[in-house]
């Protein structure tokens, strides 16, 4: 899996989630504003100037929050810095198996 792939998996994870977000605050009206933004904000670690790996994904779902269209190749840079990734294909190569296939 390359991060081009992985980016496009987080913003469709984020997507769902959201979409159950939206359920929840349209049965429950405010909730968003009043629960979820400030406990997101946390797990996001909005605060930090350079976000870690294991904060990108709740980031990427506060962007969902906001009214701006969700950009697949903001989130594949995101990956690339934080894996370390470069132009020549470094990091481009995801190996999720463990096995070393």
Do not use: C, H, W
């Not at 979409?19 to 979820?36: E, V």
């Not at 946390?42 to 994904?57: G, I, K, Q, Y």
């Amino acid at each position: 899996m390359n991060n081009q792939q992985l980016a496009e998996l987080l913003a469709g994870i984020a997507k769902a989630n959201n979409a159950i977000l939206d359920a929840i605050d349209r049965a429950q009206p405010g909730f968003k504003a009043t629960y979820l933004a400030p406990v997101l904000n946390v797990a996001a670690n909005s605060r930090a100037a350079e976000p870690r790996l294991v904060d990108l994904p709740s980031r990427i779902l506060a962007r969902y929050q906001g009214r701006a269209a969700i950009d697949v190749d903001a989130i594949r840079a995101d990956l690339d810095r934080l894996t370390g990734a470069t132009e020549g294909g470094q990091g481009d190569d995801l190996d999720f198996a463990g096995d070393g296939t």
